[in-house]
């Protein structure tokens, strides 16, 4: 399947939904330090709690790291500066999908590292300036589960 990556995720809520979110996928969830939080933190708890036995998450101490382990064919960057539509892509099983923190997004130096094959984005209106982190890679991960035709989904 795929694998998201949160870039130093600042907000328990939205790591506990994106943890809900990959157990529903079959994603696996990658977190790249500093988090703006504990792992043990209430909030986190509540958003995924009974979803968290279900769902691969891992923590990386930084994000060559990450990938040095997971060692991915393709990697795409998400960002509202992006000029290509994550609808734009075909995503292959081990493609990671990588999303910044919550108040600045993903920073410049993050999206122009070597390992990023594309930079892509989620369109939204002209006035909009972001998507909520887990919003926006829901409608990622959405996207290439549907152009794989919802392998392994129910019903």
Known sequence: MFRIVFYRPEIPPNTGNAIRLAANTGCELHLIEPLGFS???????????DYH?????????DLATAL???APARVYAFTAKATRRHTDVAYAE????????????LPEQVQHDPAVTDLLRVPMLPSSRSLNITNAASIAVYEAWRQHDFRGASG
């Not at 036995?53 to 101490?61: E, F, G, M, Q, Y």
């Open 68 to 70: 040095r382990l997971l």
């Open 39 to 49: 792992m043990a933190d209430r909030y986190l708890r509540r958003a995924g709690l």
């Open 94 to 105: 081990g493609d990671v999908l990588l999303f910044g923190p919550e108040s600045v997004g």
């Open 53 to 61: 036995d279900l769902a691969h998450v891992r923590v990386h101490p």
